[in-house]
């Protein structure tokens, strides 16, 4: 059994890792913990459904604890937060996967600039392994400290890459429109957040995601993201400008080279939020506009699954070694 500890317990990402650990059948959860205030609650009074499945106190974060008893870390945790609790794991040679930004950029100054903090921990940015399966599995085997991507970038570096590799498409010119339900902003966001509503945000290539997207894709991109009426799922619409004329059946070939032994990526006729919500999978749908000769990707995740507590899992899994499917749907 793998033992483990969810810190950040208290929040989404926290709270979907617990349940996707429960249905692990090689995990223990050995220890969760938040910001408590001195004030441990039993997590089925925080979470009522894990009543009788989960006999566990959620505590203040007792680092030394943890650290004794956790084979490895899970840090669900706000960006800046994370850096500092996680390097503690890290000197003390533990397993750390983080869900936040702290460590998914290679440039500590590319992270000052667009997170506008001092990064506590910048020898840590190169020993640390982003953690997008489908691309880095041969490097996350070996990963003591995983970044976890974040979920617009999952949803746009899995619709790219292919297209992106394969050099079929310019690099000049990718415009990105994506849509989060609105869990993507944590609990503090959806407590204000009024459904129904519908909207653009952080218009103007200011989105903190975007470094990340274009560190991984190497080029430029234009991106939107917007907050849909629904509370998870995410849709990524991807404009890519063609290089020249090539068959949609051609391009489908592409993708399927790249993906065909991926158990969490399906090639799809239409992807929609609707049959990935509650699942690891990335639905992607290729389609080719030949009046104007660009590959329109669609790509749609859970935010909350493949695009953080899932994803995670099946790092855990690839870096103990075990079925990279297990625990997950
Ligand atoms: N939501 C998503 O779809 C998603 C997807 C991918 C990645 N992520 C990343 O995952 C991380 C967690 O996101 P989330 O959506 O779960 O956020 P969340 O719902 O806001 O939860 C964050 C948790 O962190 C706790 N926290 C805040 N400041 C803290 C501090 N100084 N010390 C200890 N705990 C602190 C909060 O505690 P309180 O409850 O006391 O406020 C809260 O429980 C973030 O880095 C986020 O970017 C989220």
């Not at 039993?42 to 680092?63: A, N, P, R, T, V």
């Not at 943890?66 to 500092?84: K, R, W, Y």
């Not at 890290?90 to 506008?116: H, T």
């Not at 992807?271 to 699942?279: D, E, I, L, Q």
Request: glycine content about 8%; overall charge positive.
């Amino acid at each position: 059994m793998i033992n483990v500890a969810v810190i950040g317990a208290k929040g989404y990402a926290g709270e979907e890792l617990i349940k996707i650990l429960l249905r692990h059948s090689g995990v223990k959860i050995i220890s969760l913990s938040g910001r408590m205030d001195g004030k441990p609650k039993h997590i089925s009074e925080m979470y009522s459904y894990l009543k009788g499945k989960l006999d566990i106190f959620c505590e203040d974060i007792d680092q030394k604890k943890i650290a004794e008893n956790a084979d490895i870390i899970f840090t669900a945790l706000p960006h800046s937060v994370s850096m500092g609790i996680v390097s503690k794991f890290v000197l003390l040679n533990k397993k750390v996967i983080d869900l936040s930004a702290d460590f998914r950029l290679k440039d500590a100054a590319v992270y000052e600039k667009w997170y506008g903090v001092k990064h506590t921990n910048p020898e840590l940015l190169e020993k640390s392994v982003y953690g997008l399966c489908e691309l880095y599995r041969k490097k996350i085997k070996k990963a003591k400290l995983l970044a976890n991507p974040g979920c617009y970038p999952t949803s746009i570096i899995l619709g790219c890459y292919p297209a992106l590799k394969e050099k079929i498409i310019k690099k000049k010119g990718i415009i990105i429109d994506s849509k989060s339900g609105y869990s993507g902003g944590g609990r503090e966001f959806v407590k204000n957040y009024k459904e129904p509503n519908c909207y653009a945000y952080q218009v103007g290539g200011i989105h903190r995601h975007i470094p990340e997207i274009e560190q991984e894709l190497k080029c430029q991109i234009i991106f939107t993201p917007h907050v849909i009426p629904q509370e998870r799922g995410m849709l990524s619409t991807i404009y890519l400008k063609l290089k020249k004329e090539i068959s949609l059946a051609d391009v489908i070939a592409v993708y399927k080279k790249y993906y065909e032994n991926e158990p969490f990526i399906r090639i799809v006729e239409t992807a929609m939020t609707k049959n990935v919500v509650n699942t690891n999978y990335c639905d992607i749908a290729i389609n080719i506009d030949g009046r104007t000769n660009n590959l329109i990707i669609t790509s749609a995740i859970d935010n909350l699954v493949k695009g953080a507590a899932g994803q995670a899992v099946q790092n855990m899994n690839i870096m103990f070694g075990i079925d990279e499917k297990e625990g997950l749907i």
